[in-house]
């Protein structure tokens, strides 16, 4: 058996779309969006921006065939919680791309809200509510546009950030 030090299924970097690496390059923060219409549902979300305003909103790109699509059409809201170093299992299992028997909300402490489960010891998170517009298809992904309805802000701590499909840390807090 041979341990590799990157995925044995990735494209080779030469081989990738040049868009693609692009992305790859920029440093994103790892959010939890959840909701729960009937049971809770969440899924890892990277591609979001907050954009502050009257009212402030929130915009992500949605995987159209993900759970967490279906469940936001029907609940239409969401709660989102940002992500620290010490969540990369629980990023990975609501990713799909690591176990979690008994299902990854079984991961972690959670506080229930009126927009779905929040992470206990996330260092901020938001509840929003969907616009009434229908998202619109942006390449692979739905824009998704959410109005913010309420904010909480914990203990600071350096977020989890995605770059080049790996997750890192900022070298010092901010």
């Known amino acids: 058996m041979t341990i590799h030090s990157d995925h044995p299924f990735l494209t080779p970097e030469p081989d990738r779309r040049p868009i ?3 992305r790859g390059r920029l440093a994103s923060p790892v ?3 959840t909701t729960r219409p009937d049971d809770p549902v969440g899924l890892t979300v990277s591609s979001m921006l907050v954009a502050d305003g009257d009212p402030p909103k929130l915009l992500a790109l949605l995987d159209p065939d993900s759970d967490l699509w279906d469940a936001l059409a029907q ?3 969401a709660a989102v919680s940002v992500l620290g170093w010490q969540h990369r299992a629980l990023a990975d299992a609501f990713a799909g791309v690591a176990p979690a028997p ?6 972690a402490e959670w506080t229930d ?3 779905g489960p929040v992470l206990s010891d996330a260092s901020a998170w938001a509840g929003a509510r969907l616009v009434d517009a ?3 298809p942006v390449g692979w992904a739905l824009a998704v ?3 913010v309805e309420r904010v909480g802000v914990g203990e600071d701590s350096p977020p989890l950030l995605h770059r ?4 890192a840390r900022l070298s010092e807090p901010g």
């Not at 008994?102 to 991961?107: D, H, I, S, W």
């Open 113 to 115: 809200t009126s927009w």
């Open 145 to 147: 546009e959410a109005v």
């Open 75 to 77: 609940s239409r809201q």
């Open 164 to 167: 080049r499909g790996r997750y």
């Open 102 to 107: 008994g299902g990854a909300f079984r991961l």
């Open 31 to 33: 959010t939890l969006w």
């Open 134 to 136: 229908e998202p619109r």
């Open 20 to 22: 693609r690496r692009l």
